[in-house]
Structure formats: structure tokens, C-alpha cells
């Protein structure tokens, strides 16, 4: 998230418009604001259900005017309705490259299954997990005697290099699709 508001905060097709977490917690809200964007929390513990979750967050992500969610680190999986809302206007990382390795643990399971390259994907959030189409990846090498968090580590950083480039190239290719000014 942090490298998505710096990248936004150069000359960029896109503005930020919200950081919303599920978390009051989440050290991207507290960074946020430090860069004058606005902030939001909706635990999704205080609602009954997912559907009412959602329909919260949908009602925050459109008052605050956004044309494109980007997910990045937000470990809930989304509904139908949710992404219904925002067809092909959102975007996730994911430290894989996918279609291997959906879900969890993406790194403990590339070096279990003796990966000679591991990464990660920006994709388009659909209702299946981890599934929708891709707008780039990044490979980083295993090396020998990597543990996973040396791994993870050397995939953060490509997803810090990653994601601000789709989006900026995402936001200029959609500008008029979106309204974007």
C-alpha cells in the first residue's frame, strides 16, 4: 500500500482516494494518513455477516469516490456481489505466480515443491480465489538454503516494484473507461 501512494504521489494517472483496512491496527492506516489520504476501519467482526460486511464497505469505497480498489494485504476473500460492484476495477497482489500456489503459505510451498523461480502477480479480482486474469508478474530466483522468509522477502520487494507499475499502467489505459481526471 505504501509503495502504491508514493508511486501516486509522483505524476500518475490515479489519485488515492481511500485506505480502508479491517483492521485498526494495519501500519498502512497510520502511514496514510500521514500522507494526507484519507482512512477508514470496518472490522468485519462487527457486522453479522459477510453480506452486511461488504455492503459497509461498498458504502465507504463509494462515498470516497474510487474508481479502482487495489487489495494488498486484505485477507478476506470477497463475495460476488462485492466484486459484481466493481467489475474489472479491482486489483490484488499476490506473492505467487499464479495459477501456482493460490491461497496461503505460497513461499513454503514453492520451496517444498523445489521452485527454481518463485514471484509474484498482479491480478484482477474475481469471485473465485486468486483466479482472475493477470496483469504482470516478477520472478525472483530460490536459492539454495532460502527459508521462506528469505524468499518472502526477496518477493516483497518485487511486489513493491510490481504493483505501483500495473496500476499506473492499469489507470492510463482505463482513463476514460473510468472517468479517471
Given at each position: 500500500m505504501t509503495a502504491l501512494l508514493d508511486d501516486m504521489g509522483q505524476s500518475h494517472p490515479a489519485s488515492p482516494a481511500l485506505v480502508l483496512?479491517?483492521?485498526?491496527?494495519a501500519a498502512g492506516l497510520a502511514r496514510a494518513?500521514?500522507?494526507g489520504v484519507g482512512t477508514a476501519v470496518i472490522d468485519h467482526r462487527d457486522y453479522r455477516d459477510?453480506?452486511?460486511?461488504?455492503?459497509a464497505l461498498i458504502d465507504r469505497i463509494d462515498t470516497a469516490g474510487a474508481d479502482i480498489v487495489c487489495l494488498a494485504g486484505f485477507m478476506r476473500i470477497l463475495t460476488e456481489k462485492?466484486?459484481?460492484h466493481y467489475p474489472g476495477r479491482i486489483l490484488n497482489i499476490h506473492p505467487s505466480l499464479l495459477p501456482k500456489y493460490r491461497g496461503?503459505?505460497?513461499h513454503e510451498r514453492a520451496l517444498f515443491a523445489g521452485e527454481a523461480t518463485h514471484g509474484c502477480t498482479v491480478h484482477l479480482v474475481t469471485p473465485a480465489l486468486d483466479d482472475g486474469p493477470i496483469l504482470g508478474q516478477a520472478r525472483v530466483p530460490v536459492k539454495p538454503g532460502d527459508t521462506p522468509e528469505t524468499l518472502?522477502?526477496?518477493?516483497?520487494?518485487?511486489?513493491?516494484?510490481?504493483?505501483?507499475a500495473v496500476l499506473r499502467r492499469f489507470a492510463a489505459d482505463n482513463r476514460?473507461?473510468?472517468?479517471?481526471?
Open positions: 483496512s479491517n483492521d485498526a491496527t494518513a500521514c500522507r459477510r453480506e452486511s460486511f461488504e455492503t462485492f466484486v459484481g496461503l503459505h505460497t518472502a522477502a526477496r518477493v516483497l520487494d518485487m511486489e513493491h516494484r510490481l504493483y505501483p476514460d473507461r473510468l472517468q479517471l481526471t
